[in-house]
């Protein structure tokens, strides 16, 4: 049974930092793309950050300079640290696998930015 479970949201004011991970399970991790989305109330999901097998990673140029996606294979989790937190950031940051056609997401975490 494969499982993305994510942990590391919560309420954090603007200029603060979070630490999401995301533990997977039931999947050869090392061979998949994993990535982090984020869903706003009333906006589409959008990809934040993004790593592959091999370690490259991209950002949306929004959070560019902020956000810093790395992955730890031995314990098949990926992370995300987020560093000066703005309003807009506030959303349910979901988790994704990607390899070939097996397509895996996590349940989502809230990450609140609010004074």
């Known amino acids: 049974q494969v499982q993305l479970v994510e942990s590391g949201g919560g309420l954090v004011q603007p200029g603060g930092s979070l630490r999401l991970s995301c533990a997977a399970s039931?999947?050869?991790?090392?061979?998949?793309?994993m990535g982090w989305y984020r869903q706003a109330p009333g906006k589409r999901r959008e990809l934040v950050a993004g790593i592959t097998s091999s370690g490259s990673a991209n950002y949306a140029d929004s959070v560019k300079g902020r956000f810093t996606i790395s992955r730890d294979n031995a314990v098949n989790k990926v992370y995300l640290q987020m560093n000066s937190l703005k309003l807009e950031d506030t959303a349910v940051y979901y988790c994704?696998?990607?390899?070939?056609?097996?397509?895996?997401w996590g349940q989502g975490t809230q990450v609140t930015v609010s004074s």
């Open positions: 994704r696998g990607l390899s070939g056609t097996y397509d895996y």
């Open positions: 039931g999947i050869i991790f090392s061979r998949y793309f």
